[in-house]
């Protein structure tokens, strides 16, 4: 069973960097396309974008200026970051996997963890 | 920017009764359309996609429909479990949520 855990800085100072990275186990990253979500306390989800196991990416072009994903394949991880943070930036971020037929359609999804902005 | 509009925000409906939930694309997004489900501090489960086919493990009570700018999701007989929120996103432009409907037992 293929499962995500987030991992990263629970807080983070207005300005700086958000950094997450997600840890896949019970399956390779290879062959997938892998998926950043975030919901902010009480609301509703929004795609952040999504990275290739090849290194190929595509960004939510709202977030597009301020969005880096990278991927190790040999760690089997994949890293989020988020420049210029502010409190809108708080939120719970996920890590998904894609569906295998196509499509930024997410079948396995990590925790989430809570990123805090906050000075 | 595609935009999901989902309604109602709310619904109160007892076990056993049918739901019937929709969402609505500003432009057509084809059938690249999914439904998800929310418990309160869980991450979002995969319903449907393709705007009607059942994920893997989904309950044949769950059903979708639609195409272009109208989509539903009707769960036939509601079960204790299935209170919860449900997003749907389409996904023919990248990928956009709507803001989701909350079913809550009567």
């Known amino acids: 069973q293929v499962q995500l855990q987030e991992s990263g800085p629970g807080l983070v100072k207005p300005s700086e960097t958000l950094s997450l990275t997600c840890t896949v186990s019970?399956?390779?990253?290879?062959?997938?396309?892998w998926s950043w979500i975030r919901q902010p306390p009480g609301k509703g989800l929004e795609w952040i974008g999504y990275?290739?196991?090849?290194?190929?990416?595509h960004y939510n072009p709202s977030l597009e200026s301020r969005v880096a994903m990278s991927v190790d394949t040999s760690m089997n991880q994949f890293s989020l970051k988020l420049s210029s943070v502010t409190a809108a930036d708080t939120a719970v971020y996920y890590c998904?996997?894609?569906?295998?037929?196509?499509?930024?359609?997410?079948?396995?999804w990590g925790l989430g963890t809570l990123v805090t902005v906050s000075s | 920017e595609i935009v999901m509009t989902q309604s109602p925000a709310a619904l109160s409906l007892s076990p056993g009764e049918r739901a019937t939930l929709s969402c609505r694309a500003s432009?057509?997004?084809?059938?690249?359309l999914a439904w998800y489900q929310q418990k309160p501090g869980q991450a979002p489960r995969l319903l449907i996609y393709?705007?009607?086919t059942r994920a893997t493990g989904i309950p044949a009570r769950f059903s979708g429909s639609g195409s272009g700018t109208e989509f539903t999701l009707t769960i036939s007989s509601l079960q204790s479990e299935d209170f919860a929120v449900y997003y749907c996103?389409?996904?023919?432009?990248?990928?956009?949520f709507g803001q989701g409907t909350k079913l809550e037992i009567k």
């Open positions: 998904a996997r894609h569906i295998s037929q196509g499509g930024t359609v997410m079948d396995y």
């Open positions: 019970g399956g390779s990253i290879i062959s997938y396309f």
């Open positions: 990275i290739h196991y090849s290194g190929g990416t």
């Open positions: 432009q057509s997004v084809r059938s690249n």
């Open positions: 393709g705007a009607s």
């Open positions: 996103q389409q996904y023919d432009r990248w990928g956009t």
